[in-house]
T-cell receptor
Framework: GAVVSQHPSRVICKSGTSVKIECRSL??????MFWYRQFPKKSLMLMAT?????????EQGVEKDKFLINHASLTLSTLTVTSAHPEDSSFYIC????????????FGNGTRLTVT | QKEVEQNSGPLSVPEGAIASLNCTYS??????FFWYRQYSGKSPELIMS????GDKEDGRFTAQLNKASQYVSLLIRDSQPSDSATYLC????????????FGRGTSLIVHP
């Protein structure tokens, strides 16, 4: 089945620094990947759709200059949280679809970001 | 606004019982439906996809879809404590974006 790998699984950084999260589709190509954020006991929130070779599409209220997304190849998308602050501490999860557009999302294992 | 509704629970069932999780959606044109399981602190994992009216069975799991009534449900037979998790319903709405809308999830507790 479709495997999405996400790295790192956990990161602690100081306020003001930047953190890069990688998302890879291991056994399939993904022209589109999706980045979610989830706060404790809350539902998944779609942040942006990452498009291979073009600009990401951000959801309303998500700062594109703060959450930089790059989708340079058919198997890799990265999310960089720039100038992180404690309120950015959250669980970030990437996902991708294998095959047809109406196929399900497959999620990476997520990245737990803590900003001190 | 296209919505997906789930009872947040918790739904508590004894071990060995059938757990029934329900989900309703607002967009009558929706075509594809998914159930995910999410353990605390982990990312969601896909349990089932369903696209046509009726039942779809996979092991202890059965997804049921009724497009006329706009609901989709998940039955878990012979519930085990390891099934304790949050179950997310996701719906691909009509309109072509194919970005699923997730419900808030139902917390299931299976007690021994």
């Amino acid at each position: 089945g479709a495997v999405v790998s996400q790295h790192p699984s956990r990161v602690i950084c100081k306020s003001g620094t930047s953190v890069k999260i990688e998302c890879r589709s291991l056994d399939f190509q993904a022209t589109t990947m999706f980045w979610y954020r989830q706060f404790p006991k809350k539902s998944l929130m779609l942040m942006a759709t990452s498009n291979e070779g073009s600009k990401a599409t951000y959801e309303q209220g998500v700062e594109k200059d703060k959450f930089l997304i790059n989708h340079a190849s058919l198997t890799l998308s990265t999310l960089t949280v720039t100038s992180a602050h404690p309120e950015d501490s959250s669980f970030y999860i990437c996902s991708a679809k294998e095959g047809a557009e109406d196929s399900p999302l497959h999620f990476g294992n997520g990245t737990r970001l803590t900003v001190t | 606004q296209k919505e997906v509704e789930q009872n947040s629970g918790p739904l508590s069932v004894p071990e060995g019982a059938i757990a029934s999780l329900n989900c309703t959606y607002s967009d009558r044109g929706s075509q594809s439906f998914f159930w995910y399981r999410q353990y605390s602190g982990k990312s969601p994992e896909l349990i089932m996809s369903i696209y046509s009216n009726g039942d779809k069975e996979d092991g202890r799991f059965t997804a049921q879809l009724n497009k006329a009534s706009q609901y989709v449900s998940l039955l878990i037979r012979d519930s085990q404590p390891s099934d304790s998790a949050t179950y997310l319903c996701a719906v691909n709405h009509s309109g072509g974006s194919y970005i699923p809308t997730f419900g808030r999830g139902t917390s299931l507790i299976v007690h021994p």
